[in-house]
């Protein structure tokens, strides 16, 4: 292989920033520092690398997924570079550039967008323009030029370009808390407050019941007042998410369904742990606004503190608790793991299968006797962990015993005709 080599010197630092712009938009890569500056007696140094060069290391205890085309960084270090020194007396910069990468191709998903880029959708946002005229307008200037990154922007991009100029004053600080006790602050005061609980970090909560270093905001809209006070008597679904962002905080999310068997958010609650007593704070608070709510059927996933919280707060006495089949699903489906025999994982999931979608119930009970007969002697540890945690409480994730009514078997909502 041969590695290109050549020598550059530019009058000052702005004119080797200029050229190394165009390098980068021309040869479509990216050159970033690793390390502050070296600064000597008499010039000062900056090592720059191919952006690709590295090993991707995940951040934070819950570790994100990685995006569809895979991480940036190739997990070995690619032979381009550029090293400049500038001489401290008289701003001159010497540079050695080696052009040939090495160790993966050109891919424009994996560059960053251009400073100038950045910069005009900037100036557009703060002059209030559209998100879709600004891709448009970007997107319609590569029929005149060659494709470039800049042309792939998307409206995550945008966002975070929102977001990294402040516009629209979406970041109030830098310190997160303190920007999140702001925006709480402003929504506090206006006439419909969204606001029905908050618990900074650090300080004590006035009922004694959060602890110090709990995080608690709840919300719920005047929109989603009315939505659960005329949607709440057939079903109620509790959904969570957790380990989206570095705080590794958790987001409850209230549904209901509405008369077309599609499901609105009536409230959110976001905090750090997610045990009976934070949610029984959150559903008093909803149960402020809305009064009463009596489902015929409250949905969630597997964990008991769901239901127990919600029937600390609202009466449940017609109420019936069900189990979210993609919760169920996936529970079977990490136990069948440790199912040594992959012929035999599939076998029982297979039935397992059969057994939740089952609409007959006298077919349903036939079903399960022969089930639990071919897993007792197939499978002892299946046997006993689905015996334990499933075979006593039927009625709450068999679909045969759902029918006629609008309650759906997925973790969203439709329609079980």
């Not at 290391?57 to 381009?80: E, F, H, V, Y």
């Not at 029982?348 to 059969?354: E, K, R, T």
Request: charged content about 25%; glycine content about 4%.
């Amino acid at each position: 292989m041969n590695i290109s080599v050549e020598v550059l010197n530019f009058q000052s630092f702005d004119d080797f920033d200029c050229w190394k712009k165009t390098e980068e938009s021309k040869t479509n890569s990216n050159f970033v520092l690793k390390c502050a500056p070296q600064v000597r007696q008499k010039v000062k140094v900056w090592y720059f690398y191919c952006s690709r060069s590295g090993i991707y290391r995940g951040q934070g205890s819950s570790l994100r997924q990685l995006k569809s085309q895979g991480s940036r960084k190739i997990g070995s270090q690619c032979t381009a570079h550029m090293k400049a020194i500038m001489d401290r007396e008289s701003g001159n910069i010497h540079v050695t550039y080696c052009s040939t990468h090495t160790g993966h191709s050109i891919q424009l998903s994996h560059l960053q967008l251009s400073d100038n880029l950045r910069q005009n959708v900037a100036a557009k946002l703060q002059q209030g323009v559209d998100m879709g005229r600004i891709l448009d307008d970007i997107r319609d200037n590569c029929l005149s030029k060659s494709l470039s990154r800049d042309h792939l922007i998307s409206k995550k991009d945008i966002h975070n370009i929102k977001y990294q100029y402040n516009i629209g004053g979406i970041m109030k600080h830098k310190n997160d808390q303190i920007s999140v006790a702001a925006i709480v602050n402003e929504l506090e005061k206006e006439e419909d407050n969204p606001i029905l609980l908050f618990k900074k970090q650090g300080e004590q909560d006035s009922l004694n019941r959060l602890l110090e270093r709990d995080f608690a905001l709840g919300i719920q809209t005047i929109f989603q007042v009315q939505m659960m006070k005329k949607f709440n008597k057939d079903i109620i679904c509790v959904d969570d998410t957790h380990g989206t962002n570095s705080y590794d905080f958790y987001l409850t999310t209230l549904l209901v369904m509405d008369e077309f068997g599609e499901g609105i958010p009536v409230g959110w609650l976001i905090s750090n742990r997610q045990d009976e007593v934070v949610l029984q704070t959150f559903f008093e608070r909803i149960k402020e606004n809305v009064k009463i709510a009596q489902p015929k059927w409250f949905m969630s996933d597997d964990a008991e503190q769901y239901f127990n919280a919600w029937k600390n707060v609202f009466n449940t006495e017609n109420t019936k608790k069900i189990l979210c089949a993609w919760h169920v699903d996936r529970s079977w489906r990490r136990n069948l793991k440790n199912v040594s025999d992959t012929s035999m994982q599939t076998e029982v999931y297979h039935q397992l299968c059969m057994l939740l979608q089952e609409r007959e119930e006298s077919q349903f009970r036939v079903l399960l006797q022969s089930f639990l007969t071919y897993i007792e002697e197939k499978c002892v540890s299946f046997y006993t962990y689905f015996n334990k945690h499933y075979c006593n409480r039927l009625e709450q994730w068999a679909t045969c015993y759902r029918i006629g009514t609008t309650v759906n078997t997925n973790m969203f909502f439709g329609i079980v005709t």
